[in-house]
């Protein structure tokens, strides 16, 4: 079989039968470029999507990118068709394992518990049967998830794995609170990440697909979901998630009676799917030790507003725009003038000299450190739709509030940011003065960026109470 090596976003041009194309992608894995899409012709001359394959090489430096020939046969030692795995080259000598249905079948006793305890509550044995082979189906290697692959993947009636998952009469969310619970008591989450998620699509009758900001890909047809992640430094795994529904779409009952769109669905803004999320969990059991979300949170009063009334910690990044005002322990009233309110990005310039240094994530055998120069702010949200969620309030005083800010030097360097993002604001109130060493170790502040996999740029505290 013969491969070649496409640049990112290409499609093959005049494919044969038989030949496959790894794509370039741009992902960023802690300044790896490792990844490629891995795309092979059939007999009938159509191109199949296999998934995503890492390659690289020991001895690899940050910042690097895998370099490959434009185009070699089977007998490179790199390489693997798994979308499973990540293939490594140790000097010419290939190693990579596919997770097939040999090794699927190894882990069944594993797997019966899991399914055992998840549908239990069902009450056909039928159906939690093909609750575990829908589960064995997920975790075979394939780039279709979707029934009639799996069903064939699994060697069973495709009719009988459909008939499970489209019409079968089962509650998914005691399904999702039963895994939401085996994943908090594994994962023992420091914090829960609230973020976007969009899914690409190519079909514009896909329920709540439109063109919008997906990701790498900038504006372009896709779904998105809300979710909520769990992250520790065990690692990090969702809870809990839900579509959004785009206003144009809850607008056109016909075209969502197409999709598949139940008929009660409204539209709902992203910040309120999210407070739904945590009023579910919350439901089941799980109590938020400290919610984070990027600016597009961050910056909604409303969901703020939400945080707070629910007696839920937060740390949101904002925009350098915002409208602040310094405190200084005194009460501040709604409208009180007295003294002017500056903007985030003016009042981090102003104590940057107050920064201190902070090593965040402690060298290892994979990673180097990585350190920042922080200062802790507080401060009073004074915006004009912050004044008029507090007028509505019984002593319509502005909450304080610390706003937390990073540098990666602390002279000659900007603002660490992503975008417009330039800080983060915490619901619960600091010390007066710089972020020192002492109160630090007093409520055993440990700063961390975020999950990779969530890909959120805030930064996360994690504080002992």
């Given at each position: 079989?013969?491969?070649?090596?496409?640049?990112?976003?290409?499609?093959?041009?005049?494919?044969?039968?038989?030949?496959?194309?790894?794509?370039?992608?741009?992902?960023?894995?802690?300044?790896?470029?490792?990844?490629f899409q891995l795309l092979c012709v059939d007999p009938g001359g159509k191109i199949r999507e296999i998934g995503a394959v890492k390659i690289g090489r020991f001895g690899m430096a940050a910042p690097a990118r895998t370099p490959l020939p434009e185009g070699f046969d089977r007998a490179w030692s790199w390489f693997a068709t798994s979308s499973a795995v990540q293939l490594i080259d140790h000097g010419g000598q290939g190693h990579g394992s596919a997770m097939d249905l040999q090794a699927v079948e190894a882990l069944d006793a594993d797997l019966a518990e899991f399914t055992g305890d998840i549908f239990k509550y069902l009450a056909y044995k039928g159906q939690r049967g093909y609750g575990q082979q829908y589960l064995r189906g997920l975790m075979l290697d394939g780039k279709r998830k979707s029934v009639e692959p799996m069903a064939a993947r699994l060697g069973i009636p495709r009719q009988n794995l459909g008939h499970f998952i489209a019409q079968s009469t089962w509650d998914y969310s005691e399904v999702m609170r039963r895994i939401a619970a085996r994943a908090v008591a594994v994962v023992g989450p420091t914090a829960w990440v609230i973020d976007d998620h969009p899914f690409v699509r190519y079909g514009h009758g896909t329920a709540?697909?439109?063109?919008?900001?997906?990701?790498?890909?900038?504006?372009?047809?896709?779904?998105?979901?809300?979710?909520?992640?769990?992250?520790?430094?065990?690692?990090?795994?969702?809870?809990?998630?839900?579509?959004?529904?785009?206003?144009?779409?809850?607008?056109?009952?016909?075209?969502?009676?197409?999709?598949?769109?139940?008929s009660g669905l409204r539209h709902r803004t992203k910040q309120q799917i999210a407070l739904d999320l945590l009023d579910e969990l919350v439901a089941w059991g799980n109590a938020p030790p400290l919610v984070i979300a990027d600016s597009d949170y961050g910056t909604n009063v409303a969901f703020r507003t939400g945080l707070a009334e629910r007696g839920i910690h937060w740390l949101l990044a904002v925009q350098g725009d915002t409208v602040v005002l310094p405190a200084t322990g005194v009460p501040v009233t709604v409208w009180a003038r007295r003294r002017p309110s500056i903007s985030v990005n003016q009042l981090a310039g102003d104590n940057r000299y107050r920064a201190r240094r902070f090593v965040y994530r402690p060298k290892s055998a994979d990673h180097p450190a990585r350190s920042g120069w922080f200062v802790a702010i507080p401060i009073h949200i004074a915006g004009i739709i912050e004044r008029g969620y507090v007028a509505k309030t019984a002593g319509r005083f502005l909450p304080e509030r610390t706003l937390l800010i990073q540098w990666r030097r602390k002279h000659g360097g900007d603002v660490f940011a992503v975008g417009e993002r330039y800080g983060c604001?915490?619901?619960?109130?600091?010390?007066?003065?710089?972020?020192s060493r002492?109160?630090?170790?007093?409520?055993?502040?440990?700063?961390?960026?975020?999950?990779?996999?969530?890909?959120?740029?805030?930064?996360l505290v994690r504080t002992r109470t």
């Open positions: 079989m013969q491969f070649t090596v496409l640049p990112v976003r290409e499609r093959p041009v005049s494919p044969v039968p038989g030949q496959a194309f790894l794509v370039r992608d741009n992902w960023d894995d802690y300044s790896f470029k490792t990844t709540g697909a439109v063109v919008q900001h997906c990701g790498e890909r900038e504006q372009h047809l896709c779904q998105v979901a809300v979710s909520v992640h769990a992250v520790s430094g065990r690692g990090s795994t969702p809870l809990h998630w839900r579509l959004f529904l785009p206003q144009r779409w809850a607008q056109d009952p016909a075209r969502c009676a197409r999709a598949g769109v139940p604001v915490t619901s619960q109130p600091h010390a007066r003065g710089h972020l002492s109160h630090a170790r007093s409520v055993s502040a440990r700063v961390r960026v975020a999950c990779s996999r969530v890909k959120t740029a805030s930064v």
